[in-house]
């Protein structure tokens, strides 16, 4: 694939959102990627995640992103508002939400 070719890909996911009622904040969490399930990524082209798929790359400077876009930054992990804890099901992910944003 060249540089000018964009790959998107997309999965169906149960994220849900909450708010603490402590201190009214706002998130969107749940698994962010699941490890040994084939996922479809365009008509007859399936991805699957192995275990430690992620070892390597949970102390990079991570972000959350909308659709993709680098522009649209919903939370980041050097920020705090973005937390990843990888386990035997998947990659699960909290992400703080902004409220400006909203």
């Given at each position: 694939m060249s540089r000018d070719n964009r790959q998107t890909r997309s999965l169906l996911a149960e994220l849900k959102t909450r708010v603490e009622p402590?201190?009214?904040d706002m998130f969107i969490e749940g698994y962010f990627a699941v490890f040994n399930?084939?996922?479809e990524l365009w008509p007859g082209a399936f991805e699957e995640?192995?275990?430690g798929a992620f070892n390597?790359?949970?102390s990079n400077d991570i972000r959350a992103l909308i659709?993709?876009?680098t522009t649209l930054v919903l939370g980041r992990n050097k920020s705090g508002t973005l937390e990843l804890?990888?386990?035997s099901r998947g990659l699960w992910g909290k992400v703080k939400i902004n409220p400006n944003l909203v």
């Open positions: 402590e201190t009214e399930q084939a996922t995640l192995a275990p390597q790359t949970l659709n993709h876009e804890k990888v386990d």
